[in-house]
């Protein structure tokens, strides 16, 4: 696997979904790159090195660490 993607059904802040944001193999997180394309609606997670076939990974995304764009204007 070479990315992993996360769509949300309005966008986010980017800032607070990365920090709410991980991949882990076992306890070890997975280094990667974040990006928000398509206006932050969607997360997409390039690991440094291509994620091992066979091999059990755990996404988290905290709950609550998740802002829509919309909730801050208001």
Same mark, same amino acid.
């Given at each position: 696997?070479?990315?992993?993607?996360?769509?949300?059904?309005?966008?986010?802040?980017?800032?607070?979904?990365?920090? +709410?944001?991980? *991949?882990?193999?076992?306890?070890?997180? !997975?280094?990667?790159?974040?990006?928000?394309? $398509?206006?932050?609606?969607?997360?997409?997670?390039?690991?440094?090195?291509?994620?091992?076939?066979?091999? +059990?990974?755990? *996404?988290?995304?905290?709950?609550?660490? !998740?802002?829509?764009?919309?909730?801050?204007? $208001?």
């Amino acid at each position: 696997i070479t990315t992993i993607s996360l769509t949300f059904s309005s966008a986010v802040d980017p800032v607070s979904t990365a920090a +709410a944001f991980s *991949v882990l193999q076992g306890t070890t997180p !997975v280094p990667g790159t974040l990006a928000f394309p $398509n206006g932050a609606t969607e997360l997409r997670f390039t690991p440094r090195a291509a994620l091992a076939y066979g091999t +059990a990974y755990t *996404v988290r995304l905290n709950n609550g660490g !998740v802002i829509a764009l919309d909730q801050q204007q $208001n």
